[in-house]
T-cell receptor
Framework: DAEITQSPRHKITETGRQVTLACHQTWNHNNMFWYRQDLGHGLRLIHYSYGVQDTNKGEVSDGYSVSRSNTEDLPLTLESAASSQTSVYFC?????????????FGQGTRLTVV | QKEVEQNSGPLSVPEGAIASLNCTYSDRVSQSFFWYRQYSGKSPELIMSIYSNGDKEDGRFTAQLNKASQYVSLLIRDSQPSDSATYLCAVNGAKTDKLIFGTGTRLQVFP
């Protein structure tokens, strides 16, 4: 069955370190998204990609970067981790078929920056 | 004004009752609307999508869309304790595939 997987599921890192969260999907979807979820803020869009070599900033992109070298993967990099980036991170993917853009989520990565 | 707004709740309903969850959005050209259910500590799970005005039914769930009022709702009939979760409304626009989420409404169904 097609799926979307994130790794690691849990990560503790120190302030100032570079961290990369992996996201891999086997749906062959064009669109991939990274969100963070914090209490009181819901899901906020960090970066998204509509296809290979395409990346776009979301509403909370500062301090994060992504790259899309193939259809299956969209890794999220925190260039210099800060305590404000402690959060739960979700990756999602969707197929662009006109109005049919239902997105499916990975299991999430809980990141703690100490 | 937030792009997608929901009452955070909690909304408490007795088992067997109808739960009504509401969502408003600000982008008038939005075309696709989704409801996700999220259990505590889990990832969001898509339960309903709706693209045109009116009602769409799937089992115990009914999504309602009113584009003129920029309003979308989710009705859960015969609510069960297992429906207790946070329900997220999501919207995307006419020329974008990115989903914007509301903050979610926490639903509690008590026996």
């Amino acid at each position: 069955d097609a799926e979307i997987t994130q790794s690691p599921r849990h990560k503790i890192t120190e302030t100032g370190r570079q961290v990369t969260l992996a996201c891999h999907q086997t749906w062959n979807h064009n669109n991939m998204f990274w969100y963070r979820q914090d209490l009181g803020h819901g899901l906020r869009l960090i970066h998204y990609s509509y296809g290979v070599q395409d990346t776009n900033k979301g509403e909370v992109s500062d301090g994060y970067s992504v790259s899309r070298s193939n259809t299956e993967d969209l890794p999220l990099t925190l260039e210099s981790a800060a305590s404000s980036q402690t959060s739960v991170y979700f990756c999602a993917s969707s197929e662009s078929l006109g109005e049919n853009t239902e997105a499916f989520f990975g299991q999430g990565t809980r990141l703690t920056v100490v | 004004q937030k792009e997608v707004e929901q009452n955070s709740g909690p909304l408490s309903v007795p088992e067997g009752a109808i739960a009504s969850l509401n969502c408003t959005y600000s982008d008038r050209v939005s075309q696709s609307f989704f409801w996700y259910r999220q259990y505590s500590g889990k990832s969001p799970e898509l339960i309903m999508s709706i693209y045109s005005n009116g009602d769409k039914e799937d089992g115990r769930f009914t999504a309602q869309l009113n584009k003129a009022s920029q309003y979308v709702s989710l009705l859960i009939r015969d609510s069960q304790p297992s429906d207790s979760a946070t329900y997220l409304c999501a919207v995307n626009g006419a020329k974008t595939d990115k989903l914007i989420f509301g903050t979610g409404t926490r639903l509690q169904v008590f026996p």
